[in-house]
């Protein structure tokens, strides 16, 4: 029997199995942990790499089966600021290679994450020559056009973000924008570059009767509420939302009839404005915008529950200055809710302007709060894009149909791959030009041992 095509997925910040919400804890953590699971039941045996930040945490960790999480040792094993990280990967790299000796592990396809992890992926490929599919979440030089002075990536960010475009096989962009940056600022190949947009898990996230959603958050049933969820970050600019809402009260009849901001995310499960820096500076904004009693701050939520928080909302905000892909405005929209977003990055791509939610620009308020308008006093406008945006989600973003094209992706890196390292004639037929599209997945022994 052939044996399953092996991937080593690296991820050094981000792993499939910490709690969600936190500073360095989101889209990406999501997207190894629901690809990983994916590929594995279409027989693809997944380890992922991440680093070991728990001592509590063993060293290898089954996902499910055909996924196994193991975390290396790379600088101090306890949670670490992600833009610190840098320093270590010499050690990541090195204890990736330890462990695969020391498990007789070996690779076919290296699917690396984030810069820093594309860097080791690089540095494997070069002395190994294990191809790689490289996906880099976010970009260094959106990054630093957007935050300016308060980024706080290394220096050597974009000098090693070109490395890796240069050194690996194939990039994933998740969405037309990011391709675009990919080729305008960084002078990627175009050839290089497969456009695969992220999903949601339409299982976990499904609509839930408003009034049973309200209920089970605890919220009334007949106040408009808006709802955010994510990290808790200034680009994600939860402080637009709360001046926009400040425009709104100041325009209700009554403050029954003003609406209700309810922002899910931070530190820990209870608020905490002083584990959370930005729940500390929310909190002023609203009470100076005299607002602080319609925002409501939840803490950070798994998510088995999230879908009982997108459905008890009239409608989910999500305004960042940029946004590389954006997981939430989908998990609202597989809720069935429309959702606002600004016309940034990968929301672009998401959200339908009109159709399944509206797009605004990004740092105005008053825009914001006339399409809040518009959207809380017309219940059926509403009904109509929840349902289309439901429609979207299960018809374009769901994770069996990422794995299945990362999939046909391997399988082409992989064919390349052979056709650069192999004579032609010792190709088997399935590999010949024209007839790769029809391969299945697994069955590859591209003699990485
Ligand atoms: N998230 C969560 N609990 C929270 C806040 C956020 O599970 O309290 C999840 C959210 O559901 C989404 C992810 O974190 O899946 C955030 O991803 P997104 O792509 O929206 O933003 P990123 O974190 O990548 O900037």
């Known amino acids: 029997m052939d044996r399953p095509t092996r991937i080593a997925i690296l991820s050094e910040h981000a792993s499939p199995i910490v709690a969600l919400g936190g500073a360095d804890a989101g889209g990406q953590n999501v997207y190894v942990s629901e690809l990983s699971r994916h590929l594995a039941r279409r027989g693809y045996a997944i380890d992922v790499y991440t680093r070991h930040e728990d001592p509590g945490t063993p060293e290898i960790v089954d996902l499910e089966p055909g996924v196994r999480v193991v975390h290396l040792k790379a600088g101090p094993v306890k949670p670490h600021p992600k833009d610190e990280l840098w320093p270590f990967m010499p050690a990541f790299r090195n204890s990736l290679l330890r462990f695969m000796e020391r498990d007789e592990t070996h690779y076919d396809l290296i699917h690396s994450n984030f810069w820093m992890s594309g860097w080791v992926a690089a540095e494997l490929r070069r002395r190994s020559g294990t191809p790689v599919v490289h996906i880099f979440h976010a970009m260094g030089k959106t990054k630093r056009r957007h935050q300016q002075r308060v980024d706080t990536s290394p220096g050597n960010r974009i000098k090693t973000e070109l490395e890796v475009i240069a050194g690996v096989d194939t990039i994933i962009a998740q969405c037309p924008n990011e391709r675009t940056e990919l080729i305008d600022d960084y002078g990627a190949d175009p050839a290089k570059i497969a456009l695969i947009p992220s999903a949601v898990n339409t299982s976990i996230f499904h609509p839930v009767a408003r009034a049973e959603a309200r209920q089970k958050v605890g919220l009334e049933a007949s106040k408009k509420v808006i709802v955010y969820v994510g990290r808790l970050l200034p680009r994600k600019d939860i402080r637009n939302i709360v001046r926009a809402l400040a425009l709104l009260v100041r325009q209700s009849e009554s403050r029954e009839d003003a609406p209700l901001l309810m922002v899910v995310g931070g530190e820990s499960e209870q608020p905490d404005p002083t584990a959370t820096y930005e729940i500390d500076e929310l ?101 109509r894009m929840g349902l289309a945006a439901r429609k979207r989600v299960e018809r374009e973003f769901s994770w069996p149909i990422v794995a299945l094209r990362t999939g046909a992706l391997y399988d082409k890196t992989l064919a390349e791959h052979m056709v650069e390292t192999v004579s032609i004639e010792t190709l088997p037929v399935a590999f010949m030009p024209g007839v790769t599209d029809n391969l299945s997945p697994g069955g590859y022994d591209i003699g990485a041992r």
């Not at 925002?295 to 590389?324: I, N």
């Not at 998990?331 to 016309?343: L, N, T």
């Not at 159709?355 to 219940?379: F, I, K, N, S, Y």
């Open 283 to 383: 909190q002023k904004l609203a009470s100076e915008l005299g607002v602080i009693d319609h925002v409501l701050f939840t803490g950070k939520r798994q998510p088995e529950l999230l879908r009982y928080y997108y459905s008890a909302a009239d409608v989910a905000v999500t305004t960042p200055w940029y946004e590389p892909f954006g997981l939430t405005p989908l998990e609202a929209m597989a809720c069935g809710r429309p959702v606002i977003g600004s016309a940034v990055g990968g929301i672009t791509f998401t959200i339908k302007d009109g159709e399944t939610g509206l797009l605004v620009p990004p740092r105005d308020p008053e825009a914001l709060a006339a399409r809040l308008q518009r959207l809380l006093g017309q219940p059926d406008l509403r009904r």
